[in-house]
């Protein structure tokens, strides 16, 4: 980190991951934003990870033009042309994303943040999940899709919500 940048601190009591089993949520975003969308000007930028006695903390970049959901909500809607600029980098982020063998699971305005340049940012990775390759599928029966709930009730794609399985077009959805 550079001395005077400001940063986000992401601090998650140790505790309370444990009870709530978070810890394999905290170990995917970390290993996405460590290996997988490192470089894309389109997601969060990881900076690091420290922990205290109580939390463990999560350093991203600040994205100061705040939460797209709020931006869209202040505003009562936005431009087209402002949802095609958004809608263009998010498939860019999302690009990365599979390309590096991860689906999102829980894309919404909520996970999208906004720059102070304004350009949008896919943030929390903690429920991406897997991408089952070609040669998976090959090995394994017909059927190689994943089938666990996650993301949010409001966003979930049909697929998910009526247990029929789904690749990484779930994120497309």
Same mark, same amino acid.
């Given at each position: 980190?550079? *001395?005077?940048?400001?940063?986000?601190?992401?601090?998650?009591? &140790? +505790?309370?991951?444990?009870?709530?089993?978070?810890?394999?949520?905290?170990? /995917?975003?970390?290993?996405?934003?460590?290996?997988?969308?490192?470089?894309? *000007?389109?997601?969060?930028?990881? =900076?690091?990870?420290?922990?205290?006695?109580?939390?463990?903390?999560?350093? /991203?970049?600040?994205?100061?033009?705040?939460?797209?959901?709020?931006?869209?909500?202040? =505003?009562?809607?936005? *431009?087209?042309?402002?949802?095609?600029?958004?809608?263009?980098? =998010?498939?860019?982020?999302?690009?990365?994303?599979?390309?590096?063998?991860?689906?999102? +699971?829980? =894309?919404?305005?909520?996970?999208?943040?906004?720059?102070?340049?304004?350009?949008?940012?896919?943030?929390?990775?903690?429920?991406?999940? %897997?991408?089952?390759?070609? %040669?998976? %599928?090959?090995?394994?029966? %017909?059927?190689? &899709?994943? +089938? /666990?709930?996650?993301?949010?009730?409001?966003?979930?794609? *049909?697929?998910?919500?009526?247990?029929?399985?789904? /690749?990484?077009?779930?994120?497309?959805?």
């Amino acid at each position: 980190m550079i *001395p005077g940048v400001k940063v986000a601190v992401k601090a998650m009591s &140790k +505790r309370a991951l444990v009870e709530h089993g978070h810890v394999p949520y905290l170990h /995917t975003e970390i290993t996405v934003l460590m290996h997988v969308v490192l470089g894309s *000007p389109f997601c969060v930028k990881y =900076l690091g990870v420290f922990e205290t006695n109580s939390s463990i903390c999560v350093v /991203t970049e600040l994205l100061s033009g705040g939460v797209l959901f709020d931006v869209i909500r202040s =505003l009562g809607g936005i *431009p087209v042309k402002h949802a095609r600029f958004y809608l263009a980098e =998010l498939v860019l982020a999302l690009e990365k994303l599979h390309d590096g063998g991860y689906m999102h +699971r829980d =894309l919404k305005p909520e996970n999208l943040m906004l720059s102070a340049a304004g350009h949008l940012k896919l943030i929390d990775f903690g429920v991406c999940g %897997r991408i089952t390759t070609g %040669r998976e %599928r090959e090995s394994k029966s %017909r059927e190689a &899709k994943r +089938r /666990t709930f996650c993301g949010t009730a409001e966003y979930v794609s *049909p697929e998910c919500l009526y247990n029929q399985g789904y /690749t990484q077009a779930v994120d497309l959805g």
